[in-house]
């Protein structure tokens, strides 16, 4: 199912002013709101300065994933930006909302905005969009990954914590430049690498390597975000008996693993296929177990 069928159920949108407290006015923390009509202000230094924090989260037959990790995960960004921590119990309910307001889809993407809101007024700016996801199956399936220099140390988060690196923030141009030039050499993503030799993330995914039976992620301490797939993994692979830990690691480490994926919540456990020009080996029923968690169904 993709996102540009005509027959595609409407999105959802619902607007959360007591994302950070309850409104002054007593009115509800959440609405649902028209999604096809403007609804955020020009003046939102979201707009004019790409002041603020998302997160995506996944729902898969109606259950959303992760949900309080990927709000904590929310809290913690907004915390590292110094904007008003966010209501966690208030952005859960209007999760809750909007997929309960939404057609019944097999995948459902629903990414949660949090701006510093309109300039000079000290109020968060909140909403919360819930629409079908994207055929995300050839990714699934493999995809050939570039590695691209991001330009900082692995130290940089503990060194210069004003650069953000860790926190999800909505200034995603960068990134979306790297996914770009990956596929001008023709790959499908992309690989940060930090300027001290050791990989770090993806541009919207984390990192997983398998090295025997241990299973490897870049540290937090590294200036990556805490990925919340990798902590369902994390979870699963100790419980079945595995070594699962965060380690850095060099181009080489996961160029001679016995397998890697990238992570993220609604394209879940993409196998690299190739990292630049090298070949790595693929495990589809690894992957398919990988699946079967990340989406709640085991």
Same mark, same amino acid.
Request: hydrophobic residues 45%; glycine residues 8%.
């Given at each position: 199912?993709?996102?540009?069928?005509?027959?595609?159920?409407?999105?959802?949108?619902?607007?959360?002013?007591?994302?950070?407290?309850?409104?002054?006015?007593?009115?509800?923390?959440?609405?649902?709101?028209?999604?096809?009509?403007?609804?955020?202000? +020009?003046?939102?230094?979201?707009?004019?300065?790409?002041?603020?924090?998302?997160?995506?989260?996944?729902?898969?037959? =109606?259950?959303?994933?992760?949900?309080?990790?990927?709000?904590?995960?929310?809290?913690?960004?907004?915390?590292?930006?110094?904007?008003?921590?966010?209501d966690q119990e208030a952005i859960?309910?209007?999760?809750?909302?909007?997929?309960?307001?939404?057609?019944?889809? @097999?995948?459902?993407?629903?990414r949660v905005m949090y701006t510093?809101? +309109?300039?000079? &007024?000290?109020? @968060?700016?909140?909403?919360?969009?819930?629409?079908?996801?994207?055929?995300?199956?050839?990714?699934?399936?493999? +995809?050939?990954?570039?590695?691209?220099?991001? =330009?900082?140390?692995?130290?940089?988060?503990?060194?210069?914590?004003?650069?953000?690196?860790?926190?999800?923030?909505?200034?995603?141009?960068? &990134?979306?430049?790297?996914?770009?030039?990956?596929?001008?050499?023709?790959?499908?993503?992309?690989?940060?690498?930090?300027?001290?030799?050791?990989?770090?993330?993806?541009?919207?995914?984390?990192?997983?390597?398998?090295?025997?039976?241990?299973? $490897?992620?870049?540290?937090?301490?590294?200036?990556?975000?805490?990925?919340?797939?990798?902590?369902?993994?994390?979870?699963?692979?100790?419980?079945?008996?595995?070594?699962?830990?965060?380690?850095?690691?060099?181009?080489?480490?996961?160029?001679?693993?016995?397998?890697?994926?990238?992570?993220?919540?609604?394209?879940?456990?993409?196998? +690299?296929?190739?990292?630049?020009?090298?070949?790595?080996?693929?495990? @589809?029923?690894?992957?398919?177990?990988?699946?079967?968690? $990340?989406?709640?169904?085991?």
């Amino acid at each position: 199912m993709t996102s540009s069928s005509t027959d595609t159920p409407a999105p959802v949108l619902v607007l959360v002013p007591g994302a950070a407290g309850a409104p002054a006015d007593g009115s509800d923390p959440f609405h649902i709101a028209d999604a096809t009509a403007p609804q955020l202000s +020009i003046t939102d230094l979201v707009v004019t300065r790409g002041d603020g924090i998302f997160e995506t989260i996944g729902a898969f037959d =109606g259950t959303p994933i992760n949900v309080g990790p990927h709000l904590a995960r929310l809290a913690r960004s907004a915390s590292l930006l110094g904007l008003p921590a966010p209501d966690q119990e208030a952005i859960a309910a209007a999760v809750d909302a909007s997929i309960e307001a939404h057609a019944d889809v @097999p995948e459902l993407t629903i990414r949660v905005m949090y701006t510093r809101g +309109i300039e000079g &007024n000290g109020v @968060p700016t909140c909403w919360i969009d819930a629409h079908v996801s994207d055929d995300w199956a050839p990714y699934r399936a493999g +995809i050939r990954v570039a590695t691209l220099d991001r =330009g900082l140390a692995t130290t940089v988060f503990e060194e210069s914590p004003w650069l953000l690196q860790g926190a999800k923030t909505l200034s995603y141009a960068v &990134n979306m430049a790297a996914v770009r030039e990956a596929k001008s050499r023709g790959a499908q993503d992309a690989l940060f690498v930090a300027t001290d030799g050791y990989v770090l993330e993806g541009p919207t995914s984390t990192l997983l390597v398998r090295r025997g039976d241990a299973y $490897l992620t870049t540290p937090v301490s590294a200036g990556v975000l805490p990925g919340t797939c990798v902590g369902s993994l994390f979870e699963a692979l100790q419980k079945e008996g595995h070594e699962a830990r965060e380690q850095l690691m060099s181009v080489e480490d996961v160029a001679t693993s016995d397998g890697a994926w990238l992570l993220s919540s609604t394209r879940l456990a993409a196998p +690299i296929t190739h990292l630049d020009d090298v070949e790595l080996p693929v495990d @589809p029923e690894l992957t398919a177990h990988f699946e079967a968690i $990340l989406t709640g169904r085991v």
